[in-house]
């Protein structure tokens, strides 16, 4: 082939491939310090010094600070136990037990991490107001419509995120594929 | 009339083998220049993207002076707990060392620090407080060698963190557990945190 053309094939190819893996793993927010435990998503090194270069740039791309590791763990749930995606129109149970920390909160979100709900509507538990079952596990019902129980407002809409971080934690350094976490079954959907 | 002998048609063969023998260059050179391209981007995302985090407080936040980000702080910084009242300080450490004091909430307090390009480089939380406030300082490399501890005072009573850059952000971060005590934590904040820049006049509080 002629140098010129070549040159021009070369360079399509290199933008179209770079760039395109790059809005692929940054956009859907994943990297290589990501890995999963059933629905849960984390990056334990997102908050030190040590985070990798993808979640860098999920975060600077989502304009947001990630929980810095001494304070807290965020885990990401995008989809369901079975491994379906969360969809907002779905009801969810949210069932611990959650790993010892001092605190937790449980949040919902968009895609983007944009909320879901408007402002008047709860947006997530705390551990401390969570009213618990008899076993002392915290259960939770994500559901569109209001619900008896812990209910937290999905949004209605299609794309949804749950965001579960643990304060003040020894489970921010020592977390594995092995940590139990707490289950997310979808019960019905519309 | 187009010759289909096995002579010409094995020749059209070796044509066409050639031509893409002779593109095959070109695009394994494509994808390689693809694969650094993606390296290349991703590592420049944190400083260009025009959206982050940096761009985002520099909207609401002065240089060494805490401002509380009042409401929803998910607003500003998305991926915020709705449950913590945040409160920020941007810090340029050219004129000496920062001084942070939080209060210690009810519940849940915590420090955070990240440099410009949002990487969080320490954090601590009321467990580390002695007092009814956490102070923190903030220093560059070249300040930490300069402070030196008086004899009476331990080392233990001032909490000294060295920051990689000169710039960044302090976050301070505290938990209302439900919502009719996040005013209580809000005031608290607004009222006791603090963010000062301790220039060479000033000696570091001791109380």
Not at chain 1, 30 to 52: C, H, N, Q, S, Y
Not at chain 2, 50 to 55: G, H, L, V, Y
Request: a neutral charge.
């Amino acid at each position: 082939m002629r140098a010129l053309p070549g040159l021009l094939l070369t360079l399509a190819i290199g933008a179209a491939t770079g760039l395109g893996l790059t809005a692929l793993s940054v956009g859907r927010s994943t990297g290589a310090g990501t890995f999963r435990i059933g629905p849960w998503l984390v990056t334990p090194k997102a908050g030190t010094a040590e985070a990798d270069p993808y979640a860098r740039a999920v975060a600077a791309r989502l304009g947001t600070l990630p929980l810095a590791l001494a304070d807290g763990l965020a885990l990401v749930a995008d989809q369901d136990e079975a491994g379906a995606a969360l969809d907002g129109r779905c009801t969810y149970r949210f069932h611990g037990p959650v790993p010892p920390a001092r605190y937790w909160t449980l949040t919902t979100a968009g895609s983007d991490f944009q909320p879901v709900v408007r402002e008047g509507f709860r947006q997530g538990f705390t551990s401390y107001e969570v009213v618990r079952g008899t076993d002392g596990a915290a259960e939770v019902l994500v559901a569109p419509q209001a619900r008896a129980g812990n209910w937290l407002p999905s949004g209605g809409a299609g794309e949804l995120r749950l965001v579960l971080r643990l304060y003040d934690t020894a489970v921010a350094t020592t977390i594995s594929a092995g940590t139990p976490l707490p289950s997310l079954t979808k019960v019905s959907c519309p | 009339m187009t010759d289909l002998s096995p002579r010409r048609l094995a020749d059209i063969g070796r044509e066409r083998f050639a031509r893409i023998l002779g593109v095959l260059p070109w695009i394994v050179a494509g994808l390689l220049l693809g694969v650094a391209v993606h390296i290349v981007s991703v590592f420049a995302l944190p400083r260009l993207a025009p959206d982050d985090a940096r761009a985002r407080l520099s909207e609401v936040a002065t240089v060494n002076r805490l401002t509380t980000l009042s409401g929803r702080a998910s607003v500003i910084l998305p991926l915020a707990d709705p449950a913590f009242e945040t409160a920020v300080c941007r810090f340029d450490l050219t004129s000496g060392p920062l001084h942070v004091r939080a209060p210690v909430t009810p519940h849940y307090t915590a420090i955070a620090l990240y440099t410009s390009t949002g990487l969080a480089f320490g954090a601590i939380n009321d467990r580390a407080a002695t007092r009814r406030v956490l102070d923190l300082f903030v220093v560059t490399q070249a300040q930490r060698r300069e402070i030196t501890t008086d004899e009476d005072e331990t080392a233990a009573d001032n909490l000294i963190l060295v920051s990689p850059t000169t710039e960044g952000f302090v976050l301070i971060r505290a938990l209302a557990v439900q919502p009719s005590l996040a005013p209580l934590v809000r005031d608290q904040l607004a009222s006791q945190a603090l963010c000062e820049i301790l220039t060479p006049e000033m000696a570091p509080p001791t109380e």
